[in-house]
């Protein structure tokens, strides 16, 4: 799929030979992504992140199969805003919590690669259904 913008394809696999990993927000309009193209999380080397609820279910809003590898909590998140704090929702809230458990991960193995980080992600995701990939990091 990387081949519909190589340029950021590129600057992708780019990254990741350098030692990252990344990771998108599959989006919040309650899609079917393997109806539809998703920018960022249909390229390669992208970890896509759905959103869940409260509940440990996938969110209402929360787009889902195709690029979705895993879920987060993105529903009721709080967050600070310019006058203080606020609870939203959305995989942009989602998208962070996956990337600090890699962060954590990445840590405690300083030597570990993207591959086994997101190989540990996806191993260690609790299935909840089979709308996404991986299940609930």
Do not use: H, W
Not at 25 to 45: I, Q, Y
Not at 95 to 105: E, N, R
């Amino acid at each position: 799929l990387g081949t519909r913008f190589p340029a950021v394809q590129a600057a992708i696999d780019y990254a990741r030979s350098k030692g990252c990993l990344t990771f998108g927000a599959t989006g919040n309009t309650n899609e079917n992504l393997n109806l539809v193209f998703d920018f960022p999380t249909s390229l390669d080397n992208i970890v896509g992140v759905s959103a869940t609820n409260e509940a440990g279910v996938r969110a209402g809003f929360s787009n889902y199969n195709g690029g979705s590898d895993i879920y987060a909590p993105g529903e009721q998140v709080l967050g600070t805003t310019y006058t203080g704090y606020a609870r939203a929702d959305g995989t942009s809230f989602a998208c962070p919590t996956a990337v600090g458990v890699a962060a954590l991960m990445f840590a405690r193995n300083p030597r570990a690669t993207p591959a086994e980080v997101e190989a540990a992600i996806y191993l260690t995701a609790k299935p909840i259904d089979n709308l996404n990939r991986y299940g609930l990091i």
